[in-house]
């Protein structure tokens, strides 16, 4: 059971939007920041968005990050086949004094 | 842009040490500013952090894998690694290594992220 709530998939078509919810609480979403990472199939992690709403370099804008009290929000518009891919939040953990992932959730594009 | 790698033995026997290097280029870990660190993925599963170290050779681990957990730094040949003792079929996983940014002022507002990631390695132990 990871620490912080993802759901397990989700799906869209091409061209649309989707939206991929992080739930956490206090100890984690609440106070402290969150990134996102997409994992392609067969391949490692990549960092999507860290600080919240943060994109590094190279990352299009398509995709964006924001934060509510608990919960933290990946948001991708203009979806593409390329997008496929497994997406995991993560957060620092205050109480646990650790780094800790969402179960990571796996984004159809129909 | 730093590139990371991962290199140790792909077989590790029940009871003995798991040892994994991961070699930076691109980037040097003496530099300061980021700390290195550990995650792994169980077949199928999510990811898991394992802990970080500075270039000054300070670590942070995660509670549950302190015990059996040591990392290191060697500014000298821009490696760290992984030493994850007494290793179980339940330690069988996709090791990755990773940079990661960490910074605390005070109780809230911690920040940390973790990127660029290796390519990752999988470590079997057998049951």
């Known amino acids: 059971q990871s620490v912080l709530t993802q759901p397990p998939s989700v799906s869209a078509a091409p061209g649309q939007k989707v939206t991929i919810s992080c739930s956490g609480g206090?100890?984690?979403?609440?106070?402290?920041?969150v990134s996102w990472y997409q994992q392609l199939p067969g391949t490692a992690p990549r960092l999507l968005i860290y600080d919240n709403d943060k994109r590094p370099s190279g990352i299009p804008d398509r995709f964006s990050g924001s934060k509510s009290g608990a919960s933290a929000t990946l948001a991708i518009t203009g979806l593409q086949t390329g997008d496929e891919a497994d997406y995991y939040c993560?957060?620092?953990?205050?109480?646990?004094?650790?780094?800790?992932f969402g179960g990571g959730t796996k984004l159809t594009v129909l | 842009q730093a590139l990371l790698q991962e290199s140790g033995p792909g077989l590790v026997k029940p009871s003995e040490t798991l040892s994994l290097t991961c070699t930076v280029s691109?980037?040097?870990?003496?530099?300061?500013?980021?700390?290195w660190g550990w995650i792994r993925q169980h077949p199928g599963k999510g990811l898991e952090w394992i802990g970080y170290?500075?270039?000054?050779?300070?670590?942070e681990y995660n509670p549950s894998l302190k015990s059996r957990t040591t990392i290191s730094v060697d500014t000298s040949k821009n490696q760290f690694s992984l030493s994850l003792r007494s290793a179980t079929a339940a330690d069988t996983a996709v090791y990755y290594c990773?940079?990661?940014?960490?910074?605390?002022?005070?109780?809230?507002?911690?920040?940390?992220?973790?990127?660029?990631w290796g390519q990752g390695t999988l470590v079997t132990v057998p049951s």
């Open positions: 990773a940079r990661v940014f960490y910074q605390s002022s005070g109780s809230y507002f911690k920040r940390i992220w973790f990127g660029p």
């Open positions: 170290v500075y270039y000054t050779g300070s670590t």
């Open positions: 206090t100890s984690n979403i609440v106070h402290n920041f």
């Open positions: 691109g980037a040097f870990i003496r530099s300061g500013g980021f700390y």
């Open positions: 993560g957060a620092w953990d205050s109480s646990l004094s650790a780094g800790v």
